[in-house]
């Protein structure tokens, strides 16, 4: 093995070559070609990376990690591999990464940017409509209700940063499906005469998504659970609250024409 590895350095170029050739693992591993500094690996790592070549972008923010990790460079590392796993829709692996970035370098200037996107991995986790699988809005909303509580703490912690806006308005949407799921469960116990059930999760809506763009929705459903349960004064007061709240609307005026019948 000596006489081989000397074989080998013979066969470099002697003038402080800028390349070198990985020696490890198998496969496509044989065909990288390493930089003669950190960042110049950084750099081949993130074209590697913008061409979806993930498996060779992750070599290279690798060796970086591994061979400098005493510089900056190691840490801007860490963050490609979690962006590369984010990328290939890796999310639980790249909320992981994130999330050791945080911890382990909580004063870094991209602190925010790692908490952000590790708060966005429940959000891209959320269930699809794909045609062949039922809406989003029957399936089971753990991921989404983890989005929430994921987002809401970035914008806590991170009031800041720059991606709170976007931030934001990822939470107005994730808002909008709870508030849509809520509806639909309210509907479907509508249709069964569970009325106690369909003020619950109205009551939900109002309580926590108000202002969305549900607010006549609830009102009149509540108004229509209330009536059915035989509790007028409960009913009239959730037509009151929505007039009070949005009076010059539409709405508004059919909610007080109702009220008027009374």
């Known amino acids: 093995m000596r006489t ?13 070559c800028a390349f070198l050739k990985s020696i490890t693992g198998g496969g496509d591993a044989d065909s990288i070609v390493y930089g003669a500094d950190a960042d110049t690996n950084l750099k081949l790592g993130d074209e590697a990376l913008d061409s979806k070549n993930f498996p060779e972008a992750q070599r290279y923010f690798e060796y970086v990690k591994t061979k400098y990790p005493y510089l900056e460079a190691a840490k ?9 796993d984010y990328d290939r829709d890796r999310f639980l692996e790249a909320r ?18 790692a908490a952000y996107r590790a708060a966005l991995t429940h959000y891209k986790d959320i269930p699809s409509d794909f045609f062949l699988l039922p809406p989003a809005s029957e399936k089971d909303q753990v991921e989404v209700r983890s989005a929430l509580t994921a987002l809401t703490g970035f914008v806590r912690d991170y ?13 107005a949407d994730v808002k909008k499906r709870l508030a849509t ?17 369909v003020v619950n999760r109205l009551n939900t809506v109002a ?25 007028g004064e409960k009913a ?9 709240r949005y009076p010059d609307t539409s709405e508004a005026k059919r909610a007080q024409r109702l009220l008027e019948k009374k």
């Open 96 to 113: 992981d990464r994130y999330a050791n970035f945080v911890r382990l370098h909580p004063t870094h200037a991209k602190v925010d940017y």
């Open 207 to 231: 309580r926590e998504y108000a202002g969305i763009g549900y607010d006549d929705k609830v009102a009149f459903g509540l108004y229509d659970a209330y009536v059915a349960l035989k509790d």
């Open 181 to 197: 799921h809520e509806l639909y469960v309210a509907d479907f116990y509508a249709v069964r005469n569970k009325w106690n059930a």
């Open 76 to 84: 801007i590392a860490e963050l490609r591999l979690a962006d590369t």
């Open 159 to 171: 009031p800041d940063s720059t991606w709170v806006a976007e931030a934001n308005k990822t939470i």
């Open 4 to 16: 081989s590895w000397l074989l080998l350095a013979a066969l470099l170029p002697l003038s402080g």
């Open 236 to 244: 009239k007061d959730a037509l009151r609250t929505y007039i009070a």
